[in-house]
Protein backbone atom coordinates (compact mmCIF):
# COMPACT_ATOMS: atom_id res chain seq x y z
CA UNK A 1 0.00 0.00 0.00
CA UNK A 2 1.34 3.81 -0.58
CA UNK A 3 2.42 5.70 1.96
CA UNK A 4 -0.38 8.25 2.92
CA UNK A 5 -0.24 11.86 4.60
CA UNK A 6 -1.83 12.55 7.96
CA UNK A 7 -0.46 16.11 9.12
CA UNK A 8 -2.51 18.59 10.78
CA UNK A 9 -2.11 22.88 11.20
CA UNK A 10 -4.30 24.40 13.38
CA UNK A 11 -3.94 28.32 14.26
CA UNK A 12 -6.29 28.85 17.29
CA UNK A 13 -6.91 29.88 21.07
CA UNK A 14 -6.91 27.35 23.94
CA UNK A 15 -10.89 26.81 25.06
CA UNK A 16 -10.11 26.04 28.93
CA UNK A 17 -6.98 25.43 30.88
CA UNK A 18 -5.05 22.17 30.11
CA UNK A 19 -5.81 18.89 31.58
CA UNK A 20 -2.49 17.18 32.84
CA UNK A 21 -1.84 13.35 33.92
CA UNK A 22 0.83 10.94 33.95
CA UNK A 23 0.12 7.61 32.88
CA UNK A 24 1.28 4.27 34.81
CA UNK A 25 4.85 3.91 32.47
CA UNK A 26 5.58 8.14 34.24
CA UNK A 27 4.47 9.79 30.29
CA UNK A 28 3.11 13.18 31.22
CA UNK A 29 0.17 13.57 28.61
CA UNK A 30 -1.79 17.00 28.43
CA UNK A 31 -5.75 17.23 26.63
CA UNK A 32 -6.83 20.24 26.13
CA UNK A 33 -9.40 21.87 23.54
CA UNK A 34 -8.36 24.51 20.61
CA UNK A 35 -10.65 26.64 18.91
CA UNK A 36 -10.23 27.60 15.45
CA UNK A 37 -12.60 30.35 13.60
CA UNK A 38 -13.45 30.65 9.95
CA UNK A 39 -15.05 34.08 8.67
CA UNK A 40 -17.46 33.90 5.51
CA UNK A 41 -20.02 35.40 4.28
CA UNK A 42 -23.64 34.18 4.91
CA UNK A 43 -26.50 34.14 2.11
CA UNK A 44 -27.81 37.49 3.48
CA UNK A 45 -24.39 39.34 2.36
CA UNK A 46 -22.86 38.88 6.27
CA UNK A 47 -20.02 38.37 7.57
CA UNK A 48 -20.00 35.49 10.01
CA UNK A 49 -18.04 33.56 12.26
CA UNK A 50 -18.15 29.58 12.08
CA UNK A 51 -16.23 28.17 15.33
CA UNK A 52 -14.45 24.64 15.41
CA UNK A 53 -13.11 22.96 18.19
CA UNK A 54 -10.37 20.62 18.35
CA UNK A 55 -9.13 17.83 20.69
CA UNK A 56 -5.54 17.73 20.79
CA UNK A 57 -3.08 15.02 22.99
CA UNK A 58 0.94 16.51 23.97
CA UNK A 59 2.94 13.88 25.36
CA UNK A 60 6.31 14.04 27.82
CA UNK A 61 8.35 17.51 27.09
CA UNK A 62 5.79 19.24 24.67
CA UNK A 63 2.77 18.26 27.73
CA UNK A 64 5.52 19.99 30.32
CA UNK A 65 5.46 23.29 27.82
CA UNK A 66 1.95 23.18 27.90
CA UNK A 67 1.42 22.43 31.70
CA UNK A 68 3.61 25.78 32.10
CA UNK A 69 2.47 28.13 29.60
CA UNK A 70 -1.13 27.47 27.84
CA UNK A 71 -3.95 28.15 29.52
CA UNK A 72 -7.23 29.10 28.57
CA UNK A 73 -7.25 31.94 25.65
CA UNK A 74 -3.97 31.49 24.83
CA UNK A 75 -3.06 31.70 21.21
CA UNK A 76 -0.93 28.59 19.78
CA UNK A 77 -0.10 27.31 16.55
CA UNK A 78 0.43 23.59 16.73
CA UNK A 79 1.48 20.90 13.99
CA UNK A 80 0.28 17.56 14.59
CA UNK A 81 -1.32 14.58 12.76
CA UNK A 82 -5.45 13.21 13.71
CA UNK A 83 -5.86 9.95 15.56
CA UNK A 84 -9.36 8.66 16.13
CA UNK A 85 -9.62 6.47 19.09
CA UNK A 86 -12.78 3.90 20.30
CA UNK A 87 -14.04 2.25 23.17
CA UNK A 88 -17.01 0.77 24.50
CA UNK A 89 -18.64 2.64 27.00
CA UNK A 90 -18.96 1.17 30.28
CA UNK A 91 -22.47 2.55 31.17
CA UNK A 92 -24.29 1.11 27.97
CA UNK A 93 -21.77 -0.96 26.17
CA UNK A 94 -22.42 1.69 23.50
CA UNK A 95 -19.19 1.82 20.91
CA UNK A 96 -17.81 5.23 21.44
CA UNK A 97 -15.07 7.77 19.05
CA UNK A 98 -13.07 10.41 19.69
CA UNK A 99 -10.87 12.55 17.12
CA UNK A 100 -7.90 13.74 18.24
CA UNK A 101 -4.73 15.77 17.14
CA UNK A 102 -1.64 14.83 18.07
CA UNK A 103 0.61 17.29 18.84
CA UNK A 104 4.14 17.22 17.15
CA UNK A 105 4.98 20.84 17.35
CA UNK A 106 3.42 23.65 19.30
CA UNK A 107 4.74 27.21 19.10
CA UNK A 108 3.22 29.48 21.57
CA UNK A 109 2.18 32.88 20.20
CA UNK A 110 1.67 36.42 21.47
CA UNK A 111 -2.23 37.52 22.84
CA UNK A 112 -4.46 35.76 25.30
CA UNK A 113 -1.24 35.01 27.68
CA UNK A 114 -0.84 37.23 30.56
CA UNK A 115 -2.16 36.06 34.05
CA UNK A 116 1.85 36.67 35.22
CA UNK A 117 3.58 33.90 32.70
CA UNK A 118 6.30 35.25 30.88
CA UNK A 119 6.58 34.23 27.33
CA UNK A 120 9.98 33.99 26.34
CA UNK A 121 11.16 32.36 23.02
CA UNK A 122 12.88 28.61 22.91
CA UNK A 123 13.27 26.44 19.47
CA UNK A 124 15.67 23.26 19.86
CA UNK A 125 17.22 24.54 22.82
CA UNK A 126 18.32 28.05 21.60
CA UNK A 127 16.69 31.69 22.54
CA UNK A 128 15.06 33.80 20.90
CA UNK A 129 13.47 37.89 21.61
CA UNK A 130 10.57 37.41 19.78
CA UNK A 131 6.88 37.08 21.19
CA UNK A 132 6.73 33.24 19.79
CA UNK A 133 8.05 29.68 21.24
CA UNK A 134 8.04 26.70 19.50
CA UNK A 135 8.44 23.16 20.92
CA UNK A 136 8.96 19.93 18.76
CA UNK A 137 7.78 16.84 20.13
CA UNK A 138 10.09 14.68 17.39
CA UNK A 139 13.39 16.01 18.51
CA UNK A 140 13.86 16.02 22.29
CA UNK A 141 16.47 18.80 23.32
CA UNK A 142 18.03 15.51 25.38
CA UNK A 143 18.93 14.35 22.33
CA UNK A 144 20.77 17.66 20.81
CA UNK A 145 24.32 18.00 21.50
CA UNK A 146 25.71 21.11 22.69
CA UNK A 147 28.75 20.10 24.19
CA UNK A 148 30.77 20.66 20.82
CA UNK A 149 29.82 24.40 21.05
CA UNK A 150 30.80 24.49 24.82
CA UNK A 151 27.18 25.15 25.67
CA UNK A 152 26.37 23.48 28.93
CA UNK A 153 22.57 22.76 30.70
CA UNK A 154 23.84 26.09 32.93
CA UNK A 155 23.61 28.26 29.84
CA UNK A 156 20.03 27.63 28.62
CA UNK A 157 17.43 30.37 30.19
CA UNK A 158 14.79 27.98 30.99
Do not use: C
Not at 52 to 71: C, G, P, Q, S
Amino acid sequence: MAKGVNKVFLLGNVGKDPEIRATPGGVTVATFSLATAERAKDSSGNWADKTEWHNLVAFNRTAEIVRDYVKKGTQIFVEGRIQTRSWDDKTSGEKKYRTEILVNDLSLLGGGGGGGRSEGAASGGGYSRSNTASFDQRTPASQTDYADQGITDDDIPF
